[in-house]
């Protein structure tokens, strides 16, 4: 049986009378975009925003989501989880978006900060919306009226903080996300770890990275495996399985090519 590509990559969808979560793409090193939707309210909440998060958020082919996003939470600054973030704020500032935009990512998240900071200093004079982002400590909130938002340092590194004598985790951060009586747990990336299973147990839904087929022996472990993944989200009541690699087996299409 050859898998599809669009079971690795979504879209998924989970629902309950509570709450919509939309994920229109996740793919390790390209994008990761996850949309959460309170059906009391209509607003919106954005977990990571990859590459071509405007594009699958005009996909419906509606706008309401222009004003209706009350804040982005970022896990971390890589690009595959913040790299549609200045088109969807020029994007907002096209439309003339009005209500604030907050923004939370983990403290010292170099890359998304210079973007937020260097964006609103270039368009000062003629941005219609403020931008307001909060850095999140392990165990730090924010709420909305429709989002009530906690952070979880994980422990994720990245090719940049690679020394060869001493681990240096970069700033990386998931969130658990209460909407109504609901909660929603996003792993962002992380390689297993208590805070991760702090982080899902007893969630309605997790939301894991399982960025990887088997689990590697290495000691300088940067995401979950598979069956890491899998075992953090029997802890849940639900789970989806997100950011995984985007290639099916070679071998299988080679297979199928020759029927
Ligand atoms: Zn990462």
């Not at 209706?68 to 790299?83: N, P, R």
Request: hydrophobic letters at 40%; charged letters at 25%.
């Amino acid at each position: 049986m050859v898998k599809k590509l669009s079971a690795i990559t979504g879209p998924f969808q989970w629902e309950n009378e509570e709450v919509t979560v939309h994920i229109p793409y996740s793919a390790a090193g390209v994008s990761t975009i996850i949309v959460v939707i309170s059906k009391a309210t209509e607003r919106i909440m954005l977990l990571d925003v990859g590459d071509g998060a405007t594009r699958d958020l005009l996909s419906k082919g509606e706008r309401s989501f222009i004003e209706a996003i009350d804040l982005l939470a970022i896990s971390h600054g890589h690009f595959d989880h913040m790299g549609g973030l200045h088109t969807l704020l020029g994007f907002l500032r096209m439309m003339k978006r009005s209500r604030p935009l907050h923004i939370l990512l983990p403290k010292g998240c170099i890359e998304a900060i210079t973007v937020i900071t260097h964006f609103r200093k270039i368009y000062s004079e003629t941005l219609p919306y403020s931008i307001e982002f909060h850095e999140m400590l392990d165990g730090a909130v924010f709420g909305t009226a429709s989002f009530k938002v906690k952070a979880h340092q994980v422990e994720h590194f990245g090719m940049e903080n690679i020394d060869e004598e001493n681990e240096i985790l970069m700033p990386a951060v998931g969130y658990t996300v209460r909407v109504g009586k609901t909660l929603l747990a996003y792993t962002g990336d992380t390689r297993s770890c208590k805070a991760v299973e702090n982080l899902v147990c007893g969630s309605d839904l997790a939301i894991i990275e399982a960025t990887r087929r088997e689990t590697p022996r290495s000691k300088r472990r940067v995401h979950l495996s598979e069956d890491e993944a899998r075992a953090l989200g029997s802890q849940a009541k639900d789970f989806l399985l997100i950011h995984r690699i985007p290639i099916v087996r070679h071998e299988r299409i080679k297979k199928r090519l020759r029927r």
